[in-house]
């Protein structure tokens, strides 16, 4: 409740600043034949952007006021008559600097982007022909009873081969890329690509692997997360 008695309390700051303002424009432009309704709807818009100059320049003036500081009002109230007052140039002004920090984002990104693309180029291994599929294992004539053949010990050790994912997650910990191709983990597990895309995929849902594409070719590499 206390916390909306301000938001008003800022509010009416705003619109009795720029009709305040805009009244005087209209009054020192008269003499270049100034449209009062203009001077005062220029003068509103100009107050009611000033919290967004005050943000772009990381002030806490709108925060103090939100929190009932009686000083701050004041001030904030100064500086919505005064953006009214100069409502015009006000305005052009904070459209140009919003425009230059867009600008400015924007390159950041796409530096972040470059950079970005960079390391991963120089720590993910090279593109690969694809990997032949492996031959399935010799099974002997192929009987389901294969396994009981007489002369076999019953008491022998069963060795439990390593699955797939376990396979390729041994072949980003044994590379020395922290960025792999499907190629490049296929070789090293010793799997098909169509069998290590799949399963990427289902690692990459599982949260398990995460999926970058290389902008200069446009080659996906694999790293774990």
């Known amino acids: 409740m206390v916390l909306n008695i301000f938001v008003i309390i800022i509010i009416s700051t705003i619109l009795v600043a720029g009709l305040l303002g805009g009244i005087a424009n209209y009054y020192m432009e008269q003499a270049n034949g100034a449209s009062f ?20 320049m990381s002030s806490n003036l709108t925060k103090d006021c939100l929190a009932g500081e009686p ?32 600008q400015s984002v924007k390159e950041k990104q796409k530096d972040l982007a470059e950079t970005t693309d960079v390391l991963v180029a120089q720590n993910s291994d090279p593109s ?21 053949k007489s002369g ?17 997650l041994a072949a980003f910990q044994s590379s020395r890329y922290p960025f792999r191709t499907v190629e490049g ?12 895309q799949a399963k990427l995929l289902e690692m990459e849902i599982q949260g398990r692997v995460k999926m970058t594409k290389r902008v200069r070719d446009g080659i996906q590499v694999w790293s774990l997360r």
Do not use: H, R, W, Y
């Open 37 to 56: 309704k203009k001077s005062v709807f220029l003068g509103l818009t100009a107050s009611a952007t000033v919290p967004l100059l005050l943000n772009t």
């Open 71 to 102: 000083s701050a009002f004041f001030i904030f109230f100064g500086f919505c008559t005064i953006a009214a007052i100069f409502s015009s140039k006000f305005l052009q002004s904070l459209g140009d600097k919003l425009l230059q920090e867009i």
């Open 128 to 148: 690969e022909a694809p990997a032949p599929p492996v031959p399935p294992p010799t099974t002997g004539d192929g009987s389901e009873f294969e396994s009981f």
């Open 152 to 168: 076999d010990s019953p008491k022998s050790t069963v060795v439990v081969a390593p699955n797939d994912e376990q396979k390729m």
């Open 185 to 196: 983990i296929a070789k090293d597990a010793g799997l098909d690509i169509a069998s290590t």
